[in-house]
């Protein structure tokens, strides 16, 4: 029956559901994003393809497991480096036609993570999705979450739709958007640089500088080069690797597994030519934006 399920109302039942484990297992837990930004009326609707949730990062690991004895299991996939750190697992399940994002952290709060989760966790607010309860952040802290999450990828046509959506409605008014609420948020969780931008249009002359300047230059980073794909994560990944441990890496940059390439191209065809062609296409990519990655740092 919930292999019949449509996808919208997945991720709604979703949502349910990890609120549901989560407050019978004592687990803070807040949904984010998807239907709660259009709930709150903080972007248009959109249809999502996964259910987010945001776990308290000390029990990340036990909402884990709770799932996985529900037949969730963690999605396949190329074991690439990345510029920001990992701060989410993917989940999957053979009967439901959505995945399960898990997050620890979220990307664009370079405050430690467990300080993070407890700011947000002060914002929360009671929520239905699927005629279930469950919890959510106030919209001043959805709005940080929505803006950094289109601030990471900036080249992104959806991202900056988004963010316009977002300034227009912060302009509008609206009593449960607070600038001096955001800014208090902001500077909690180390995010005043990365919401720059967003604040910059608020009206905010200026903003303080990041407490974790090595975080922030990463993020500054990964948000200029996004949209060029993993080449520089490569380079930078090479970089870092002993000598001796090079050649693998660079086996694995130039020509991953099969596995693993399926999992992430689900795409690519089922026969052996479908599958090279796509290797090479990615290797050729890959080549034409090495001289680029190779000048950064």
């Not at 393809?49 to 029990?59: G, I, K, M, N």
């Not at 970089?239 to 690519?268: I, Y």
Request: charged share 25%; proline share 7%; with cysteine.
């Amino acid at each position: 029956m919930i292999g019949r399920l449509r996808t919208d109302d997945a991720i709604l039942l979703g949502h349910a559901l990890v609120g549901r484990i989560a407050r019978d297992r004592g687990i803070r837990c807040l949904s984010v994003k998807g239907p709660v930004l259009e709930q709150q009326q903080l972007r248009d609707p959109y249809r999502s393809s996964d259910v987010d949730a945001l776990v308290e990062p000390a029990r990340c690991a036990d909402l884990l497991a709770e799932l996985r004895v529900r037949g969730w299991r963690e999605r396949p996939g190329m074991s690439a480096p990345r510029i920001l750190p990992l701060h989410s697992v993917t989940l999957l399940h053979d009967q439901w036609p959505c995945d399960i994002d898990v997050h620890h952290a979220f990307p664009g709060f370079l405050a430690p993570s467990d300080t993070v989760f407890d700011e947000l966790w002060a914002r929360r607010l009671p929520a239905e999705l699927a005629a279930a309860a469950v919890l959510v952040a106030d919209p001043v802290a959805n709005s940080a979450v929505l803006a950094l999450h289109a601030l990471r990828h900036p080249a992104a046509a959806r991202g900056r739709r988004e963010l316009d959506g977002l300034v227009q409605r912060w302009g509008s008014g609206r009593a449960d958007l607070s600038i001096d609420a955001l800014l208090r948020l902001a500077d909690a969780t180390d995010a005043t640089a990365t919401l720059a931008p967003f604040l910059t249009r608020l009206g905010v002359p200026s903003v303080s500088p990041p407490r974790n300047v090595e975080a922030y230059a990463d993020w500054v980073l990964h948000a200029s080069n996004a949209h060029r794909g993993r080449t520089l994560a490569w380079v930078r990944a090479f970089r870092s690797t002993p000598l001796h441990r090079r050649h693998r890496l660079l086996a694995e940059a130039l020509w991953p597994a099969e596995d693993g390439f399926r999992a992430e191209h689900p795409e690519v065809g089922p026969s052996t030519s479908a599958l090279r062609r796509a290797r090479l296409t990615r290797l050729l990519t890959g080549l034409s934006r090495l001289p680029r990655a190779l000048l950064s740092r």
